[in-house]
């Protein structure tokens, strides 16, 4: 059994070493590039963009070189710069080799606080020679990211570019993990009943973020005295030689040697080291309430499961997504340069770095979203042991962090322009972001907190594997295969899918209890519609229909398919075989569609051809409730081809009929219409020309459509011009999970709409438990 686990667990790291690596490779190289930001169609365009216009903002920031900020990107640009001699967890790879990690944090820059982070990476281990360079290019930057670069040249490189510089540079890894951890260990604190100047604390690890931890633990009030900390050779003392200038820091009086001593009494554990250096017996030799930052990646310096066994008193967080209270620099840096590059700042200091901390863990005491509560698999996050702070996914934290720093800059007198208007600011913060893909993030965390088993109907086609494969290997969910199996088999071995899962073929005999059940229900239900048991036996041989009978028997929770199918063909038996949902008189369809301005969502883009105004009332509400599950809250535009009540068309009518209705009914529900989709899109227009509407000065997300012509060619149109993502489209109304894809879907759409239907299963799981 042992061996099996072995090989599971060589094979899935193997699957995920090509994943990565085709991921980083294809469709083109690298994860990040440039786009323009002006217009550069015409021959003016191009004469403004350079050659003769360009010259015009040149001159005007060689009068001032502050314009640059106004003329150029470089309020917006930060480098992120490493010699690549301490990446992640693989050490001094070099600098060709950390460009991927850089491009990474870049990436995160961007989809975090929408900043354009350039990866920079220079041969060089020369501590001059580095801050040199620095200093050369730091004319193009608004701020700088110093990256894994290793202790102690880590220090006195950050020390010399802050001294030097005139923009904000900050070493992530020594102060991202200081500003999180010391976050958390104030809420934790607390939670313990205890007093910062009061706990005994014990940090393992002497580089560079164990460095910045410390200090700022003492920032906010640990006593030096209180403090043991470990490297390799056991306890840092006073008495021991070679000592550099930040261990001898924080060398301890106390004559004690090992970790195991240094435990006893502890109130606080900060682990920055290796992996299962603590052991059960040191947790319970320290003091009551304990509280341990075992943060060491991937693996922590204690199993998390093993330590909240031992000690069901402990505080316990990790640098792991897995488990409760995550240390995840993506809470800081990208927030912290945000708001640094916002008011000019010249520097990130103390100050700073301290209102960060503290914004952090007061948000971790407000209420929690529904949408981040419905991310995470929730039911109500609340302060407390399992949540002292933030998760990543909060949509919060733009527009918390930010000002905060922003208002600390401005106050010790770093900022070079100032904020007036905070509430604007806000604002701006949260349009920055929109939603992208957050959204999909969300739905996958969502999704893995309770996985369901879902049947892949048309797995033996490769990218539908494939599909399953990621499904599978993230924890979204547990595949089913349906298909010819010798050809799953074999596209298993080509693709490395080396997983236990469950592999049918309707066509052969291998489940004939199957397919005799499935039949003699299907027959029960249909036989006075045409169907002999002759009929029903041979249908069950069909995938689409022996599908469906395993989801309406809860054989299986959910199901997924269409991908080699006419939509009509694949719906057709699926609305015969499961029933509509209890007080859902239709089914319909709703697309959710990843834009720049946000999530859009469209009904009904695949079932009803001509609704009437009955139907459309139950497309919207059904819609709504879509909107919901992905924790938002729905503001919805009856669409038209004319502006509430200005054409008595026979379309227009049926729509004007559905919103009074919705108002009459649904007094809740953020509805109007019928309006033109260029009013429904934008809010200045609305609110200047009706602003007696329920959507005056509001941003539509929901959009309901006359009939099938209009929602279908809308969004397939902004899914190949606009290149919107689509999730969908989801069929709503079914008492079942049920979502059939899009013929010739890409992987990452299946992979999407699998997620989609196992927090279908989840919500309707919960709605049956609560009847």
């Not at 110093?146 to 001294?163: M, T």
Request: hydrophobic share 45%.
């Amino acid at each position: 059994m042992l061996g099996l686990l072995k090989k599971y667990n060589m094979t899935k790291k193997q699957s995920r070493r090509r994943e990565a690596l085709v991921y980083h490779a294809k469709p083109q190289p690298g994860k990040i590039k440039i786009v323009p930001t002006k217009p550069y169609t015409t021959q003016r365009d191009l004469s403004l963009a350079y050659s003769p216009g360009v010259a015009e903002p040149c001159l005007e920031i060689h009068k001032d070189t502050k314009n640059v900020y106004k003329y150029t990107a470089k309020g917006n640009l930060v480098a992120v710069i490493s010699n690549g001699t301490a990446v992640l967890g693989l050490g001094d790879i070099g600098p060709e080799a950390a460009k991927p990690v850089m491009e990474g944090k870049g990436l995160l820059f961007k989809i975090f606080a929408d900043i354009d982070g350039i990866d920079i990476e220079l041969d060089t281990k020369d501590v001059d020679k580095f801050v040199e360079t620095v200093k050369t290019i730091a004319p193009t930057f608004g701020g700088i990211n110093l990256e894994d670069i290793k202790a102690p040249e880590a220090f006195e490189i950050e020390r010399r570019l802050k001294e030097e510089l005139d923009i904000p540079v900050m070493h992530d890894d020594q102060h991202g993990t200081a500003i999180i951890s010391a976050a958390a260990l104030l809420n934790a604190v607390e939670i313990a009943g205890k007093k910062m100047e009061e706990i005994k604390i014990v940090i393992s690890g002497a580089g560079a973020a164990a460095v910045s931890c410390t200090r700022l633990y003492k920032a906010f009030g640990a006593n030096g005295d209180n403090i043991v900390m470990l490297d390799s050779k056991g306890v840092i003392r006073k008495d021991r030689e070679n000592l550099t200038a930040e261990k001898l820091e924080f060398a301890t009086d106390r004559k004690i040697d090992t970790l195991e001593e240094a435990m006893v009494d502890a109130d606080v554990f900060i682990g920055l080291s290796v992996a299962d250096i603590v052991s059960p017996e040191m947790l319970t030799s320290m003091v009551e309430n304990p509280i341990v930052f075992a943060m060491a990646n991937p693996n922590p310096e204690i199993d998390y499961d093993l330590a909240v066994a031992t000690r069901k008193d402990i505080i316990m967080a990790t640098g792991r997504s897995d488990h409760p209270n995550q240390v995840n620099n993506v809470l800081g840096f990208p927030f912290i340069f945000r708001g640094a590059l916002d008011v000019k700042a010249t520097k990130i200091n103390e100050e700073m770095k301290m209102a960060a901390v503290k914004a952090l863990a007061e948000l971790a005491k407000e209420p929690v979203p529904e949408q981040v509560n419905i991310a995470y698999g929730e039911t109500r996050m609340t302060f407390s042991r399992d949540y002292i702070i933030p998760k990543p996914f909060d949509p919060r934290l733009i527009a918390k962090i930010p000002p905060a720093v922003a208002k600390a800059a401005m106050e010790s007198g770093v900022a070079t322009d100032e904020i007036t208007d905070w509430e604007k600011y806000e604002e701006e913060l949260l349009e920055r972001l929109g939603n992208d893909h957050k959204l999909v993030r969300m739905l996958h965390n969502r999704a893995k907190a309770n996985p369901k088993k879902i049947v892949f109907g048309e797995a033996d086609h490769l990218d539908v594997l494939k599909a399953a494969q990621i499904v599978n290997d993230e924890g979204i969910g547990v595949p089913i295969l349906l298909g010819d199996k010798n050809r799953i088999l074999e596209l298993m071995a080509e693709l490395e899918f080396d997983a236990d899962v469950e592999i049918i073929d309707p066509k052969t005999d291998d489940r004939l209890d199957l397919i005799e059940k499935y039949a003699q229900k299907f027959w029960e239900s249909r036989k006075r519609k045409g169907i002999t048991l002759y009929e029903a036996r041979r249908r069950m041989r069909e995938r689409i229909y022996f599908s469906s009978l395993m989801v309406n028997e809860g054989d299986a929770d959910a199901m997924v398919t269409g991908y080699s199918r006419s939509y009509p063909s694949v719906v057709k038996p699926v609305l015969e075989l499961i029933g509509k949902a209890k007080g859902d008189h239709i089914v319909a369809a709703a697309n959710l569609m990843l834009t720049d301005r946000g999530p859009m969502f469209l009904a009904d883009t695949a079932i009803n051809i001509n609704p009437n105004a009955e139907e459309l009332v139950q497309i919207a509400v059904m819609t709504s409730r879509v909107v919901k599950m992905f924790g938002l809250e729905p503001v919805m535009a009856m669409l038209s081809y004319s502006n509430f009540g200005s054409s008595h068309n026979e379309s227009a009518d049926k729509l004007n009929k559905a919103v009074a209705d919705l108002h009459n009914n649904f007094p809740d529900l953020i509805i109007d219409g019928e309006v033109q989709s260029d009013f429904a899109l934008n809010q200045k227009m609305m609110q200047d020309k009706f602003p007696f509407s329920k959507l005056a000065g509001k941003k539509v997300n929901t959009f309901i459509f006359p009939n099938l012509d209009a929602a279908n060619i809308t969004y397939k149109v902004m899914k190949e011009l606009n290149g919107a993502e689509s999730i969908g489209p989801m069929l709503i109304g079914l008492n079942k999970p049920v979502h059939i894809f899009q013929l010739g879907a890409s992987v990452n759409e299946m992979v999407n709409m699998a997620a989609i239907a196992v927090v279908d299963a989840q919500e309707k799981e919960k709605a049956f438990a609560s009847k």
